[in-house]
């Protein structure tokens, strides 16, 4: 079985700094996605970036980008120019590239401070 | 554009009431799920299907069922509710096959209160 961990409970940037979520998964598998998905207070969840893990390039979304380290199964997402619209829940999540099933790690919330 | 649609959005239910949440995507996605989210754990897959009249457990299935009658609604049951069965109630879907396969989309969310 395939686990996700988010080692932050809680995190806070000041707006217009930068900030790095950390996520580490187990898995066996060779060929997956990796996921990082927004929860903002209305709760719609969102996604915010993706990563093949056959792709040795890191995924970037405008602000967004990723360092996934495939060999130390670690995959983290940093926020550049921090905005007030990015305080949410954010989720690390992980599925087979075969598989059906995405599991989730148990979120970081991130509070951008004007 | 619908997507993912979840009712009700709220509920409060004594224990040991039943109820059903119902979820509609008009996406035409092959597979569909349910997930629960509580405070420190993230979302937990309760139930998926993979195509109509087809539904496997997940993480935590106890206490719930689930129908695919038809290819667009997921059913989640409770049939007698319990105080831990409050949370809020995610549904998702995704496509099987083309490109993004991955992704997963997702409902507004569910809260319901067992008391």
């Known amino acids: 079985a395939q686990t996700v961990t988010q080692s932050q409970p809680e995190m806070s940037v000041q707006e217009a700094e930068t900030v790095t979520l950390s996520c580490t998964y187990d898995t066996s598998e060779n060929n997956y996605y990796l996921f990082w998905y927004k929860q903002p207070p209305s709760r719609q969840m969102i996604l915010v970036i993706r990563q093949e893990a056959y792709k040795q390039q890191n995924a970037t979304e405008n602000r967004f980008s990723v360092n996934f380290q495939k060999a130390a199964k670690s995959f983290s997402l940093k926020i550049s120019d921090s905005q007030l619209g990015d305080t949410a829940m954010y989720f690390c999540?992980?599925?087979?590239?075969?598989?059906?099933?995405?599991?989730f790690g148990e979120g970081t919330q991130l509070t951008v401070n004007p | 554009n619908a997507g993912v649609t979840q009712t009700p959005k709220f509920r409060v239910l004594k224990t040991g009431q039943s109820m059903t949440l119902l979820c509609a995507q008009d996406?035409?996605?092959?597979?569909m799920y349910w997930y629960r989210q509580d405070p420190g754990m993230g979302l937990r897959l309760i139930h998926y299907s993979v195509g109509e009249g087809t539904t496997a457990k997940g993480e935590v299935p106890d206490g719930y069922n689930v129908s695919r009658l038809k290819k667009q609604n997921f059913l989640l049951g409770l049939e007698s509710a319990a105080p831990s069965q409050t949370s809020v109630y995610f549904c998702a879907s995704k496509r099987q096959t083309g490109t993004n396969t991955g992704e997963l989309f997702f409902g507004e969310g569910s809260r319901l209160t067992v008391l």
């Open positions: 999540a992980f599925m087979r590239t075969s598989g059906s099933r995405l599991t």
């Open positions: 996406m035409n996605h092959e597979y």
